[in-house]
């Protein structure tokens, strides 16, 4: 079952015909216009299986050349497009809607060059998937060496990290999320705690407008006030740091004395922390009870969070001693019930498995709503039990994420999706956030799920001008239609 999202196809938007896939395959050759079908319903289909758009072509580019000649192509067609990375989004940002031509970048993705001394210039080209207002330049996938210098070729992560460099993103996604997709949606991740936002980590993009015109804004100039500052993303810069990392998942009674410990742990652990994850004790059944070959490395007990703890740092022994001492201070405290230190890669590895494995295990365990909030962390778990208590046994609720961030994922899973527990969670969970004055969307985005509830957490005033900004780039609003602002106010 998918979940009900009444909408109009926009009847500005022409409909694909015969001269169509005669001047696409003039454009990109024969094979890079797909029709066959498994393809596209692959393409068709979100990652949650939730959102299903029906396209009948695909097209796959090569260069900028390429993708600006499409799109000058579509928009003096007025054909909507969905330009696609991995397809890993979460809210149904990457998939068409009715019938758009979808635009997959997967065959730009070679690095052009990487500067050792400061910045990398990887490029390639891969497009905006939720924003839908520009496709620019970025590499996408890479041998990967990260956490701890360990080789890990199986993972192709959308972005170029070597020895020495490290990406300053990760997400659990890496091994089929594609950087445009990352960069284009401002992804936040396992790292945000550490690098922070997207837009401070990119130097520079290029990009093509709605009509075909390309911008090249691909400087790597530090500093630069020449005017508004419109790439706003891209070209990933990596952090020229020594990676060593240490691991720590510990657990305790309740989340706010977690949130003690993320305080202490910011004052004690400094720069040396990478990531502060939580999850509560009904995630972790969900993994256990899902996830082949996981177990909880601690002691079962009656503990209600867990929280997984990283360092970065540039001395092993030091770092590992102080996450040690870290450790033990604050279990005789009692902030920390108990807790194990990571001895190896594999174990580290085992520990990020738990807490990247719950989205996973929740996939598995049947139909799932899925919010994303920015909360105050001292607020963030009275939702989750309050949406238990409101939902009753129809529904487990599960809340876990990055705690460092007051970024909660509020998961609810059921067998199958239900429209009366739909009705009791919304508007209640936006309604609640906006209340605490939070944000709809951490990280996720607005995509389709939530383009008609933007209004929960923007002002009336700023809706208005991101959509002037949308329809001053894509005047037809070819790109990726039906996502992020209202369409009652795009259309
Ligand atoms: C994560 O942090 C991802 O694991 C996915 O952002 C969260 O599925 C979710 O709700
Ligand atoms: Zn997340």
């Known amino acids: 079952g998918s979940a009900p999202i009444v909408m109009q196809r926009n009847p500005m938007f022409s409909t694909i015909n015969a001269d169509d896939i005669t001047k696409f395959k003039e454009i990109l050759g024969e094979k890079n216009v797909v029709q066959d079908e ?52 979460l809210v149904g940002g990457s998939v068409p809607v009715f019938d758009e031509v979808i635009i997959n970048m997967g065959s730009m993705k070679n690095i052009i060059s990487f500067d050792k001394d400061e910045t990398s210039k990887v490029k390639a080209f891969v497009p905006i998937q939720s924003g839908g207002r520009v496709i620019f330049r ?36 890496k091994g089929s999320c594609q950087i445009g997709g990352n960069v284009s949606t401002n992804a936040g991740g396992l790292r945000f705690v550490r690098y922070g936002s997207l837009h401070g980590n990119v130097l520079g993009l290029e990009a093509v407008l709605a009509n075909g015109t390309v911008l090249d804004m691909l400087g790597t100039l530090r500093k630069d006030n020449t005017g508004y500052d419109l790439k706003h993303l891209f070209i990933g810069k990596t952090l020229n740091i020594p990676q060593l990392f240490e691991y720590l998942i510990c657990y305790g009674d309740s989340l706010s004395v977690h949130q003690n410990l993320l305080l202490e742990a910011k004052r004690k652990l400094g720069n040396i922390l990478s990531a502060f994850e939580f999850l509560d004790s009904h995630s972790m059944d969900l993994v256990l009870n899902h996830l082949e070959g996981v177990r909880n490395p601690l002691p079962p007990s009656m503990h209600n969070f867990y929280v997984l703890i990283e360092t970065t740092g540039s001395d092993q022994s030091y770092d590992k001693e102080k996450l040690e001492a870290f450790l033990l201070r604050y279990m005789e405290v009692g902030l920390i019930s108990d807790g194990v230190l990571a001895q190896d890669i594999n174990q580290a590895f085992s520990f990020w498995r738990i807490r990247e494995g719950v989205p996973e295990a929740l996939m598995k365990a049947g139909a799932v709503y899925k919010y994303d909030l920015s909360l105050p962390i001292e607020k963030m778990y009275d939702l989750v039990e309050e949406m238990r208590m409101r939902l009753g046994p129809a529904a487990k609720v599960v809340g876990y994420g990055h705690l460092g961030d007051g970024n909660l994922h509020l998961n609810i899973s059921l067998p199958e999706y239900d429209d009366t527990v739909l009705g009791q969670v919304e508007p209640f969970v936006y ?59 795009t259309s």
């Open 138 to 173: 970025k590499t996408t996938r890479a041998k990967v060496i990260f956490r701890n210098e360990a080789t890990v070729p199986s993972l192709d992560f959308g972005c170029f990290v070597s020895i020495r460099f490290v990406m300053p993103l990760d997400l659990g996604a």
């Open 38 to 89: 498994e393809v596209l319903l692959a393409a068709n289909t979100d990652w949650m299986q939730k959102y299903k758009g029906s396209s009948n072509l695909l097209l796959q580019p090569r260069t900028t050349e390429e993708v600006s000649q499409i799109l000058k192509y579509c928009n003096s067609r007025c054909l909507a497009v969905v330009p696609q990375g991995g397809n890993t989004g």
């Open 431 to 489: 309604e609640w956030t906006s209340k605490h004055r939070g944000s709809i969307s951490a990280e996720h985005g607005l995509g389709l799920m939530k383009a008609n509830k933007i209004h929960y957490s923007k002002s009336t005033e700023s809706v208005h001008l991101m959509v002037s900004i949308k329809k001053l780039l894509d005047p037809n609003g070819i790109l990726n239609p039906y996502k992020v602002l209202p369409s009652s106010l």
